[in-house]
């Protein structure tokens, strides 16, 4: 008989192993993970036959969604053992983890899965997308851009450039100084490097990357408008012959002939408590909506925009998932209309117009 709970200190080991066999990173990372990222009170494990067979972690962040400052955490971690796969203890886990974090305080739960659609049927749904600018080989590109390598001491320079990045965007976390230090160590942890663009004594870019015989691995990229080719063409010169691949906010555009730009959909949230969404985002939006939402019961039911139980009839019927869709900003009313039981055809498109797309980025993958 398989049991899930909220997860305890001395289970470290245990999720330590598990992340081992499912993921297999090195133990300098998995040190470090456990050490600074595990929090034992956000996460949850599924017992069976006296053996952890399952579990799930979550790290407390804030999240800026349509500008608003709002209380979530992050999965990751997500892992069965091999034994134990194909029984549903990953919906078990998820659907007690979704309700946990609800009564911890969180609204929303993001994450960046390796396989997005794994978690569709539990309402996480996309909500960000990133561009990937990629080459099998840094062909001989001439550029006089030369990027200054950034040791520790001075990671705390480059939180301001974050810091401006982060509010251009929904759906992003917004670290604090200390998240940022954290993340910063995080790469350095498995052997990432950081270096920056600097211009006139101004710092106008950083990127973290990874770098081995054959590949140079971009995995934060931040740089203020204007600035990503110099980072690009940066790392082009320290990367020439390697293979390369960046991730990069997805409204930008750069080109050149020996690399590809893709658009790739990066990022999916599920919704823990929509009365707390709708109340903190300040909609001014006089009507009611019906939420429906099979993994946490109390998100259902018809409420108005600002979190309230709403009495009169409803403009329309959505899922958890899709509404969180619209919150952030990654898709209007319409663009999902297909997916959308509209009782009041005029009242939608007046709700529709007051939900503008937002420019939807998530970097962190943790």
């Not at 509010?167 to 270096?195: H, M, N, P, W």
């Not at 750069?254 to 903190?280: D, E, H, I, N």
């Not at 409803?314 to 999902?336: C, R």
């Amino acid at each position: 008989m398989a049991s899930v709970r909220v997860a305890k200190i001395e289970h470290k080991a245990d999720f330590y192993r598990l992340w081992k066999v499912c993921f297999g990173d090195s133990d300098a990372f998995c040190d470090w993970f456990f050490e600074n990222r595990f929090a034992p009170d956000y996460s949850v494990v599924l017992e069976t036959d006296g053996e952890i067979a399952s579990c799930m972690q979550a790290f407390p962040y804030t999240l800026r969604i349509r500008g608003k400052e709002i209380p979530g955490a992050m999965l990751c971690g997500v892992s069965t053992h091999p034994s134990h796969r194909k029984k549903g203890f990953m919906g078990q886990i998820f659907s007690y983890e979704m309700n946990h974090l609800r009564e911890m305080g969180c609204v929303v739960a993001p994450h960046t899965p390796a396989v997005l659609p794994s978690y569709f049927s539990f309402g996480h749904l996309p909500v960000a997308d990133a561009k990937y600018l990629e080459c099998d080989c840094i062909s001989d590109y001439e550029t006089s851009v030369e990027l200054v390598s950034v040791e520790e001491m001075e990671w705390n320079k480059l939180f301001p450039l974050y810091t401006r990045f982060a509010v251009k965007y929904s759906g992003i976390i917004q670290r604090t100084e200390a998240d940022f230090l954290r993340k910063a160590a995080d790469y350095a942890a498995d052997g990432g490097k950081c270096a920056a663009y600097i211009k006139n004594g101004e710092w106008k870019g950083y990127a973290f990357y990874y770098q081995t015989e054959d590949t140079l691995l971009c995995v934060e990229a931040v740089a203020e408008e204007g600035y990503y080719h110099y980072l690009m063409e940066g790392l082009f010169a320290i990367g020439k012959g390697l293979a390369f691949s960046a991730k990069l906010p997805p409204e930008l555009y750069l080109s050149y002939p020996f690399a590809k730009l893709t658009r790739k959909q990066k990022g999916v949230m599920g919704l823990c408590k929509a009365s707390a969404l709708l109340k903190a985002l300040e909609l001014d939006i006089p009507y009611g909506i019906k939420i429906n939402d099979h993994v946490v019961p109390e998100n259902n039911g018809t409420f108005d925009f600002k979190g309230n139980i709403y009495a009169s009839e409803p403009v329309f019927e959505i899922s958890a998932g899709h509404l969180l869709q619209v919150l952030v900003g990654y898709h209007t009313l319409n663009e999902l209309r297909k997916e959308i039981v509209i009782f009041d055809e005029e009242k939608f498109e007046v709700i529709d117009t007051l939900l503008p797309k937002q420019n939807c980025y998530i970097i962190d993958e943790y």
